[in-house]
Structure formats: C-alpha cells, structure tokens
C-alpha cells in the first residue's frame, strides 16, 4: 500500500512539470503554440480524475476484501473453539440466538440512560419487544395531554421512556385530599387513558416513580412548596411484554433445587419433631433401647403442626395476592436444622398496583403466622400447667425456654416456676408449644427488613425504596456481626440461606411507587418488626443458640 502511494505521487508531479512545461512553451513561442496549452491541461485533467477514481476503487476492494477476510477467519476461530469445548451438536442456531440474546441485554444494561431507575432498568434491559418512537410519542399526545399530570419534558430508549412534569394544583378537588391521594388518583387516570387507547393498550405499560435524578435543593430555607423536599413523581414507560420471570421460563436447575429444597425441609421438619422427644424417656428407651419404632407416631403432631404454620403463612399471602390481583410464584419451603422449617421463599411473578398492595401480600403471612404461634405458645404453657400426665409430652433441656426474650416473658408470667429450672434441667412441655416456637422464629426471620425477604418488602411499602435500601444494608451488616459472632445459631443458618438464595436484593417494582401506605399500616409493621428481634434477642441468663 506504501508503494502505491509512492508512485501515485511520483505520477502527479510529473503531470504538474508537464503543465509547468506547457505553460513556458506558450509564453516562449507565442500565439502558435496556444492551442497545444488548453489541449494538454484538459487532457491531464481526464488522467487525474481516472487515476483518482482508479485508486479509490483498488483501495475499496482491498479494505472490503481484508474485512471479509478477517471476519471469516474469526468466524472460523470462533467455530472451532465452541466446537472444542460444546462438540459437534444441532443446536447450534439456538446457542447463537441465546448469546445474541444475552449480548443485547448487556448492551441494553451497560447503555441505561442515568434517568432509568434501578429498579425498572432489567426488565427494561430484558424486554423482548421493542416500541417505537410514534407509539412513545402517543403517550404524550393522547394519555398524557389534557390531564392532571403536565408533561415538560420527556426521554425515550426503544425499551423505556421517561415523562417528567408536575402533578396540577387543579387536580385537588377537594381541600382535604392529600399529596398521595391527589397521585394516586391522577395515576388511576391515566391508566384508564391508556387502557382505553385502541392502538398502545396492549403494548405499553406505566409506572409513576420517584425522579431518579432529583437532587435536594442546596438552599432549603426558601420555600419550595410541599413536595420539594423529596423527588418529584415521573411517569415511566415500558413495553407491556416485561414482565417478571414467569413460572414457565424457570430452568430444570432450578425447579430440580426447589423438589430439593421440599424434600430437604420435610426431613428437617421431622428430625425438630422427632428432637423435641429425645429426652423423653419412654421414648428413648423404646426406640434407643427396644428398636421399637411404634413410638414415632408421637412425633407427628409436631410435625403435622409445624408444617400447618407454614401453610398457614402461605394461604394468608395467596389470599392477599388475589385480592389485588398480584401473581405469585409457587413457594419453595427453606429447611432449618433448629426449627424444622425457616417458611418458602414465594416470588412475585406481576408488579403490584400500589405500596399498599405489596405491604399488605408481604405482611399477611408472616403477620398472621406470628400471632398464631404467640397463641399456641399460650395456650402450650397453659395446657401444660393444667397436664396430670407427661408421658407422652416432648421433654426439652430448660434453657429453650430462655433461648428468647419474648418467649422467656411469657413463660415467666404464664409459668414462672419453669424459669427458675437450671438450663440444663429437662422439662415436659405440650406440643402445641413447641409448634408455636417453631412458628415464631420462622415469622420473625422472614420479618427482618432485608431485600426480597417479607419484612423486606414490608419495609419498601412503609418508607419507600431508596430507605428502605439503606435499612436493608445496615440489617445485613448486623446479621453478619452477629453471624460471625456466634451469637445465635438461627441468625447464622438464615444469614447463608438470605445470601445464597438471593433474598438480599432488591425486590421488583410496584407500579405506583410514590403514594405513601397508611399510618395504621406502618405502626403494624414497626410492631411486628419490634416483636421479631424480641424473640431473636436471647432472655436473660439464657443461650440464644437453640
């Protein structure tokens, strides 16, 4: 290629020492000789451009020609190395679609635009279904024009769009109406608009969200009116296709790890039931002593009614769910080697409407199974009391009793002799307070505010998600202080389960994520919450350890 450009130039200067000559010759000789000028310069000329012409094509086919080359050899390389490493298959086409599509969501992810909140940008990133730039531009002419939330700018990917604005101060009909109604209710609005829009219906879905970008003003002292002390709603759009990972889309590992994980917690569940026996003598010595397995029927109320609390647990979030309209994925039960069972792990397969809806699917579970258990753990002691014969009770060391705060106050109030035993000193106890105790700490784990855990989800509906972020990180940190620590055997088994299953991340989100729950809602939420670290916290004098 250099030496092409070498004679390339060497020809052009003789061309211009001929012109150069052509003109000397003129001025020499004279008017004879004028024609011979014009002729030449027109003639060079021709060669000039053909020469140019020449050259751009040669270097085109050499570019084109190298191009090719290369991406040949690169398909060839990369032929051989997938070959090497997969072998010689039929799906290959398949493969090559499954990377493409995994490049895309790369892409998509490394390519979010800033004002794309993190909670919305992988389904964004995910979205199977691309939306023009007219059907984004119908939401600012035909949902949004005319209504109570005034557009003032607005943003768009061919996976997400972004409306900023402000909610009128027209949209308050009433003196009485809160900030959160008056959004809610101009939200509800444009969903009706949108729902009945002939064309964009079936093919955009919206979510209201605090601005991503907002930053507080730097000078608070002037007034900025009610809302500017938080981020201003913004409406965001996306194509009606992403949705959450669905039932269907689940891999064979991971519905072969939930059979697994069942399987796994019925055994654990039996092994509690069985445990709480193991110091009654009778049946010791029948099954230790006689090989008499007769006696295991004895464990089975226990088992029964541990597994009774989790599927109470469950029903109560099924209920809730349908009652908003809320698709749940099936639930997978997490197994506990100190309580038979730490509750299922049940994702949210469609965005709830609301924070309300998602606080009330999240806390009806645990909510109810927790006062279930304090019942059974009454009614356990009490039954207990009142027992003319312990032979067929589970007997357990004392130091069960102290292995919670709120369990060691209510044994202390409802059976305070109990509480003077040593720790190590076997005590007869009813099952039904056994299954209340298994029930208790499975509610009160699931109640911590970490990430896609109950409380976790509660605490998203209560104060929001960037607080709640920041609640779910300090909670981490704590439960490994404590898991590190050794401070409680509960904590240490339910802080690798949260890590390993993912339950610490975010959960996905709700469609109206501004409008704030009720005051009522989140004093329930700050009880329960209050009542769960009571029973994780060991009693006085007590081990935590179980």
């Not at 030449?40 to 000039?48: A, F, K, S, Y």
């Not at 990917?157 to 959160?180: H, K, M, Q, W």
């Not at 975010?506 to 670290?533: F, Q």
Request: proline fraction near 6%; include cysteine.
């Amino acid at each position: 290629m250099e030496r092409k450009k070498e004679e390339t130039d060497r020809i052009s200067g003789l061309l211009d020492r001929i012109l150069q000559a052509v003109q000397i010759i003129d001025e020499e000789r004279g008017q004879s000789m004028n024609e011979l000028g014009p002729k030449l310069r027109m003639r060079i000329t021709d060669l000039r451009q053909s020469r140019d012409a020449l050259i751009r094509r040669k270097i085109d086919n050499l570019v084109n020609n190298s191009s090719s080359n290369i991406d040949k050899k690169e398909m060839e390389l990369d032929n051989l190395v997938r070959s090497s490493f997969d072998g010689d298959n039929n799906d290959d086409e398949s493969k090559n679609e499954e990377r493409k599509k995994q490049e895309r969501i790369m892409k998509r992810l490394i390519e979010t635009p800033a004002w794309l909140p993190p909670s919305i940008a992988p389904f964004a990133a995910t979205s199977s279904v691309e939306v023009s730039v007219a059907h984004w531009k119908m939401i600012k002419s035909d949902i949004l024009a005319d209504s109570k939330f005034i557009c003032t700018s607005w943003d768009a990917t061919e996976v997400a769009a972004i409306y900023r604005g402000r909610i009128s101060t027209r949209a308050v009909s009433n003196g009485n109406e809160s900030d959160e109604d008056t959004v809610s209710a101009v939200f509800d609005d444009l969903l009706n608009r949108l729902q009945n829009h002939p064309e964009i219906s079936t093919k955009i879905q919206l979510f209201i969200v605090d601005d991503f970008e907002w930053r507080p003003p730097i000078d608070m002292g002037m007034s900025y009116g009610a809302r500017e002390d938080r981020p201003p709603p913004v409406i965001v759009a996306l194509a009606k296709e992403a949705v959450p990972e669905q039932e269907s889309e689940r891999s064979l590992t991971t519905k072969s790890l939930a059979v697994f994980s069942t399987l796994t917690t019925l055994f654990t569940t039996f092994a509690y039931a069985v445990s709480t026996f193991a110091l009654n003598p009778s049946f010791f010595n029948a099954i230790v002593k006689e090989n008499d397995t007769t006696s295991f029927p004895l464990c089975l109320p226990v088992f029964f009614g541990v597994l009774a609390i989790s599927a109470l647990h469950e029903v109560m979030h099924i209920v809730a769910a349908k009652k908003y309209g809320v698709k749940l994925g099936n639930p997978v039960p997490l197994p506990s080697l100190q309580v038979g069972s730490f509750g299922s792990i049940t994702p949210l397969r469609s965005f709830p409407s609301s924070r309300s809806a998602l606080f009330d699917i999240a806390i009806s579970g645990p909510g109810v199974a927790m006062l279930a258990s304090l019942a059974m753990i009454v009614l356990g002691l009490r039954l207990t009391m009142t027992a003319q014969s312990f032979t067929y009770f589970p007997v357990v060391p004392a130091a069960l009793m102290k292995s919670s705060f709120l369990i060691g106050s209510i044994a202390s109030i409802v059976c305070p002799k109990v509480m003077l035993a040593p720790l190590s000193q076997p005590i007869p106890i009813h099952g039904l307070f056994l299954v209340g105790l298994a029930g208790l700490f499975s509610s009160s784990v699931n109640l911590l505010p970490i990430g896609r855990l109950d409380g976790g989800r509660a605490s998203m509906a209560a104060y929001g998600r960037r607080s709640a972020s920041l609640i779910s990180l300090l909670s981490l940190l704590l439960l490994a202080f404590y898991s590190f620590n050794g401070v409680s055997g509960i904590i240490i088994f339910w802080g690798a389960l949260v890590v390993l299953t993912q339950q610490r991340l975010a959960d996905i989100p709700v469609r109206n994520e501004v409008t704030e729950i009720s005051g009522l809602r989140v004093a329930i939420y700050n009880t329960l919450l209050v009542l769960s670290l009571l029973t994780l916290a060991p009693f006085p004098g007590g081990v935590s350890s179980m």
